[in-house]
T-cell receptor
Framework: SQQGEEDPQALSIQEGENATMNCSYK?????LQWYRQNSGRGLVHLIL?????REKHSGRLRVTLDTSKKSSSLLITASRAADTASYFC????????????FGRGTSLIVHP | KAGVTQTPRYLIKTRGQQVTLSCSPI?????VSWYQQTPGQGLQFLFE???????NKGNFPGRFSGRQFSNSRSEMNVSTLELGDSALYLC?????????????FGEGSRLTVL
């Protein structure tokens, strides 16, 4: 079963607006990561938040983690056209058989 | 520091053929994971190699196989290609096992099966 599931599937906003996307997962985790993928390219790591952290910032990115609800959110403030991409979450957990899994991602379009 | 390198970037094959894709991880990284990405299924985990050993395997048929060499470079092979194998194949490397931290992805190999 999928571990990271992103919501919404698609998001369309105007430049300058904020974009919020969510991720839900099923099992206990050690960390959660967000990645960005420009069309047809590889994924780029954005931010990692550990299970004992509730919020983390990196530039215009803000990630929150609620382990009680098994969910995370990624907020991009003051969006730019260059933020147009797909965004994925992936979780990390202990256990030799555990692998990070990705959902189908949130497709973000930022209109100039 | 050089990133993850995948070759070839694009290739076209016909049904029934086989294909080998290569991935060179970041220097010092011991784990290489492979993912298949299609529009309908998203990113699907294929397998992970860590220190030349297959650590995990996804739910793919035996036509999909891989290996890792002593220098951490990895190859994956798909035999008896089917139309549904058309996809972007992504490789990711990490310092330790894939579940412990950041994954660094290559640009992918785009396979088209005719």
């Amino acid at each position: 079963s999928q571990q990271g599931e992103e919501d919404p599937q698609a998001l369309s906003i105007q430049e300058g607006e904020n974009a919020t996307m969510n991720c839900s997962y099923k099992t206990s985790i050690n960390n959660l990561q967000w990645y960005r993928q420009n069309s047809g390219r590889g994924l780029v790591h954005l931010i990692l938040i550990r299970s004992n952290e509730r919020e983390k910032h990196s530039g215009r990115l803000r990630v929150t983690l609620d382990t009680s609800k098994k969910s995370s959110s990624l907020l991009i403030t003051a969006s730019r056209a260059a933020d147009t991409a797909s965004y994925f979450c992936a979780t990390g957990a202990s256990g030799g058989s555990y692998i990070p899994t990705f959902g189908r991602g949130t497709s973000l379009i930022v209109h100039p | 520091k050089a990133g993850v390198t995948q070759t070839p970037r694009y290739l076209i094959k016909t049904r029934g053929q086989q294909v080998t894709l290569s991935c060179s991880p970041i220097s010092g990284h011991r784990s290489v994971s492979w993912y298949q990405q299609t529009p309908g299924q998203g990113l699907q985990f294929l397998f992970e190699y860590f220190s030349e050993t297959q650590r995990n395997k996804g739910n793919f048929p035996g036509r999909f196989s891989g290996r890792q060499f002593s220098n951490s470079r990895s190859e994956m092979n798909v035999s008896t290609l089917e139309l549904g194998d058309s996809a972007l194949y992504l490789c990711a490397s990490s310092l330790g096992p894939s579940n412990t931290g950041e994954l660094f992805f290559g640009e992918g190999s785009r396979l088209t099966v005719l």
